[in-house]
């Protein structure tokens, strides 16, 4: 069973390598692992979304981590010389109004909007799985009250809920997160429940309660672990929804403020030369769907390769 | 080899492989196997040693593509039908050879009633209903199809108002439950799936099945779902069948008891390779290969201040690193070093009985 | 209880006129009608007792209640109405820590051992979360606790890093086996241990649970639709049908001269591993009945052949009937 040399299959692309005496070292069976990358791979769209975000990801690091000394150029370095200057070699997107790299900006947009993404979403999970799995295990009245408070949260359209907590706290990348988080948590704490549901049903919980074991120990150590993967499979799908959301709250002021470089932002400040200069709306736009949708396919690959129904012929 | 062209059904090295993440899997290493007509054969053996495999690629009703049948050749009534085309082989499947699985629960369509489904198996049969139209729009032509032959006037959307009208099947289909011994077919007949008790419901498969006429029925484990009480009287009834309708059946399961309750002839698998082919007396009374040696006498039978099973060591194989040479040679208490070896092939132990053991087939 | 069969040695656990009844949510219940609450009774009034270092077999098929009976003996569901004593003392009313302290001595072996164990956990973890789940309360290292009871029961030493999904399925019920013995409990609760293994792993386990009955002085509840494993594995057995039991006495006499009709037909549809002797078909007509209509009288009666008019109107009782315990109403 482990005299194999185990290799992500015969394509260049090689995520992990593991070698035979460790690939059972993993705190899960390695076949979900294998399985779920080779999901990914053997579609096209969802493999598409594993580069995005990859991308995504890598240049957030590199970007926030360097600065803008590696950009092209100063993201708001004001050059009235070259305002609106169409894409070319020494511009690669072109300038926008105030003459500003629309490149380089795009690029020092990344950091900013996965901060704010990571930080609405790793709060929704937090908090979600806390109330989730509290209500889910309890059952009862602790269970109701729990779940009819997310639906309180559920019933408002998200959008205009951020909208009048960042417009109550004034405007700025930071208050945005403020506004935000609120509208993302309940989906979690309900998805939580579910799994908490299930996997209280599970005989290696009920072994655990026959032990003596506390509730406290089961839920931390038992139910959690197991619900991490489809709570990160559908907070993947999430940060894209995240970053969407932001952007438009910057599209409409609340978010952020001038002169940070923030694709909603830049949007709206382009607007007006759409027909004229139209790459420098166009520029961050793309950039806003491209990377909503990569992530947006990374999930739902994810949640299409946890899904034993849909997992098909490859598990 | 003979082929005897009294032998309905012969099986001769067949070799199927699955792809299994990134491993491919060899479920069905060189079987062989042949079926008498009007006999029941079981085919026993633990998970993973390729029986199901076996049904399935005789039906040919493999998943596509992880599995592929690699080599060997299926003689089907002198025919070898591995080499049959698509239609041909939808053509034979349901009429000549009929298959039954484990959970009759999810082999039955739980929103049609019992009688729609009989009543569907008959329709194919008499070609009232092709069991695969053609062309781009196939589901709307076999809808269509299905309302006309059955008097329903509009094409698309069902009379949901005849949901409670209660519908007049045939006689044929009542005949055909009343030979699975079911006591009141009018009444059975009217009802859902769920409605049904799994023997009940097995017994319906059954019927569906037999409908056709099959010569060979393979069935896969259709006890294994059902009480021990209902188990008893399906085995019954496949007995009746064998005599009644002359049709062979291939019983497959897991458990050694109903073989031997149910079979004529008994073949033993392990692994993925065919290890025992003998009648059912000399199997259990002789037998030849350690493994059925072993599976026999680790039967519980005895009480409990009556001594000690005994059983046999070790595990099943993992099939995607199986031991080289025999692969029951790890757990085996005759083993020698020729087992490690050589892969055995099926001698001659005795008349009709099979075995792939040298090292006991030689004493 | 009266007309208890005396038990060879001291009792461990009785349970008296045990219920679990578990209602049946219908949507929003009419509040002009609130008496059509339904419930489905899946043990209705279950009277048995366990003695110590004794194995009692519980058989039944599937609806008949007997892993809702194991369960709530484990107070994993707390009982409708009934009294379970554990070493004379009633525990159906323990709660909280009490509850806890209780849970040392009964212990649990589930069925599918791929499900039973966590598989984020590695087998050493999973040994010992019982006994780290009294810390404060244990005399000897855990670690030294674990690596006997693994060794016990015939785990591979250097197994203890590994995850469940590295181990056989034979392996992995011995897991489940280990992690059960390591509080050193007095009873252990086996629902189907060995339903869901390969048919040449089987009688491993079967002689390993054997072993450590004998070794570690254990009583068995062992539960199983098998009656070739309750033969090999019980001192006594008992009979469930549709949640009540209606047969209790040693297992031989009641394999070899069953009383109650139902056993009569359960003992002979079990197919022997012998083509010499063939199933005398004592065939049942109609079906388990359900738990949340049971019939009338003797839950049996519509699938008896003996039915008489009394079977229909009242429900037998456990009576003493040549040296065991039958619910019929006849007498032989």
New interface residues.
């Given amino acids: ?4 040399h ?1 290799l ?2 015969e394509s260049p692309y090689r995520a992990i390598k593991l070698q035979s005496k460790n690939r ?2 993993l ?3 390695t ?1 979900e692992l ?2 779920t990358l ?1 999901i990914l791979r053997s579609s096209p769209i969802a493999f598409a979304g594993l580069i995005i975000s990859l991308l995504f990801v890598v240049s957030t690091v590199v970007i926030g981590i360097g600065g803008s000394a590696i950009l092209p150029y100063d993201p708001e370095a004001i050059s009235p010389s070259s305002v609106l200057s169409p894409p070319s070699l020494i511009h690669l997107m072109g300038t926008d109004n105030l003459g500003r790299d629309v490149l380089s900006r795009v690029l020092a947009a990344i950091p900013i909007d996965a901060q704010v993404a990571f930080t609405v979403v790793a709060f929704a999970i937090a908090l979600g799985i806390v109330t989730g799995t509290t209500a889910g295990y309890l059952g009862g009245v602790v269970e109701e009250v729990t779940m009819r408070i997310t639906d309180i949260f559920l019933a408002f359209p998200g959008i205009i809920l951020a909208l009048a907590i960042a417009a109550a706290l004034g405007p700025s990348t930071w208050n945005s997160v403020l506004a935000l988080a609120p509208v993302w948590w309940p989906w979690y704490t309900r998805l939580a429940r579910g799994q908490t549901l299930s996997i209280k049903s ?3 919980v ?9 509730a406290r ?1 089961i839920v931390l ?2 139910i959690v ?2 619900l991490m993967p489809v709570i990160l499979a559908y907070a993947t799908l999430d940060l894209g929804s995240v970053i969407l959301a932001f952007s438009v709250l910057s599209f409409l002021g609340l978010g952020a403020q001038p002169p940070t470089s923030e694709w909603g932002l830049m949007t709206v400040q382009s607007e007006q030369y759409l027909i004229n200069a139209s790459w420098a709306p166009l520029a961050p736009g793309l950039a806003i769907l491209i990377v909503a949708i990569g992530f947006s396919l990374l999930g739902d690959g994810l949640q299409r390769a946890l899904d034993p129904t849909t997992r098909g ?3 | 080899m003979e082929r005897d062209s009294r032998k309905l059904l012969s099986v001769r090295h067949l070799e199927t492989r699955y792809r299994v993440a990134n491993h491919i899997v060899i479920a069905l290493n060189g079987v062989d196997l042949d079926v008498s007509r009007a006999k029941i054969v079981a085919i026993v053996g633990e998970s993973a040693c390729g029986k199901t495999t076996l049904g399935l690629s005789i039906i040919n009703l493999l998943p596509k593509p992880a599995a592929q049948i690699a080599g060997g050749e299926i003689l089907f009534e002198g025919t070898d039908i591995l080499s049959l085309d698509f239609d041909k082989m939808t053509k034979l499947r349901g009429t000549k050879i009929g298959m039954i699985f484990q959970d009759p629960m999810s082999s039955l369509d739980p929103v049609y009633t019992v009688g729609e489904q009989i009543t569907e198996a008959i329709d194919v049969r008499e070609g009232r209903m092709s069991p695969r139209p053609k062309g781009p729009f196939r589901r709307y032509e076999a809808m269509r199809d299905y309302r006309r032959s059955h008097g329903y006037s509009r094409l698309l959307g069902d009379g949901s108002s005849r949901i409670h009208e209660k519908r007049k099947y045939s006689e044929e289909a009542t005949d055909a439950l009343k030979r699975v011994q079911i006591a009141d077919p009018e009444r059975v007949l009217a009802k859902y799936p769920h409605e049904l008790s799994g023997g009940m419901a097995q017994r319906v498969m059954i019927a569906q099945a037999l409908i056709q006429k099959p010569s060979l029925l393979i069935a896969d484990e259709p006890t294994s779902a059902l009480d021990v009480t209902t188990q008893a009287e399906v085995l019954g009834l496949m007995r009746n069948l064998r005599d009644e309708i002359d049709s062979s059946i291939m019983f497959i399961t897991h458990d050694l008891a109903v073989a031997a309750q149910v079979a004529d002839r008994v073949a033993v698998m392990y692994a993925g390779e065919m290890v025992e082919i003998a009648t059912v007396k000399d199997i259990f009374r002789e037998p030849i290969h350690p493994y059925t040696e072993g599976l026999i006498r680790s039967f519980p039978r005895q009480y409990k201040d009556e001594g000690r099973l005994e059983a046999i060591s070790g595990d099943v194989p993992d099939l995607r690193s199986p031991p080289p040479g025999c692969k029951f040679h790890p757990r085996c208490k005759y083993v020698l070093e020729r087992c490690s070896k050589e892969p055995p092939k099926l001698l001659d132990a005795g008349p009709d009985h099979k075995a792939a053991c040298p090292v006991r087939c030689s004493s | 209880m009266s007309g208890e069969v005396q038990l060879v040695t001291e009792q461990l656990l009785e349970a008296r006129n045990l219920k679990k009844h578990f209602p049946l949510r219908s949507g929003i219940s009419n509040p002009l009608r609130p008496r059509q609450r339904l419930q489905i009774r899946a043990v209705d009034g279950v009277s048995f007792a366990v003695g110590k270092k004794e194995s009692l077999g519980l058989v039944g098929e599937s609806g008949s209640g007997k892993t809702t009976l194991g369960r709530a003996v484990l107070m994993l569901e707390k009982p409708s109405s009934g009294q379970i004593l554990f070493n004379g003392v009633d525990i159906t009313v323990l709660r909280g820590e009490d509850l806890r302290q209780l849970r040392r001595k009964m212990q649990v072996v589930f069925q599918n051992p791929n499900s039973s164990l966590d598989p984020r956990q590695r087998m050493k973890d999973i040994i010992s979360e019982p006994l780290r789940a009294f810390k404060g309360s244990l005399t000897s290292s855990i670690e030294e606790t674990v690596s006997q009871v693994a060794a016990a029961v015939g785990l591979p030493e250097d197994g203890s890093m590994r995850f469940p999904h590295e181990f056989s399925g034979g392996q992995r019920q011995r897991i489940a086996i280990a992690r059960a013995l390591v509080l050193n409990p007095e009873l252990i609760v086996l629902d189907e241990p060995t339903s869901a293994l390969d048919a040449s792993v089987q009688a491993q386990i079967l002689n390993l649970l054997r072993r450590i009955q004998e070794q570690f002085g254990l009583s068995y509840l062992f539960i199983t639709h098998n009656v070739n494993v309750v033969k090999y594995m019980a001192d006594r057995i008992a009979v469930m049908y549709a949640g009540k039991l209606v047969e209790i006495g040693s297992t031989r006499e009641v394999l070899e001269q069953p009383l109650h009709h139902y056993t009569i037909a359960l003992i002979s549809s079990v197919p022997d591993p012998d083509p010499e002797t063939p199933l005398r078909n004592v065939s049942l007509k109609g079906e388990v009945p359900s738990a949340l209509n049971p019939p009338s009288g003797c839950r049996f009666h519509p699938r008896c052949e003996h039915a008489l008019d009394i079977c229909r109107t009242t429900e037998p009782q456990l009576r003493q009937i040549k040296g065991r315990l039958v619910a019929c109403h006849h007498d032989s």
Avoid: D
């Fill in positions: 069973m482990f005299c194999t185990f992500i299959l059972h070292r705190p899960f069976n076949n294998e399985i080779r599970q005989e290696y009920q072994a655990s309660r026959a032990s003596g074991q506390r120990y150590h038992h672990p197991n012929l490859f598990s």
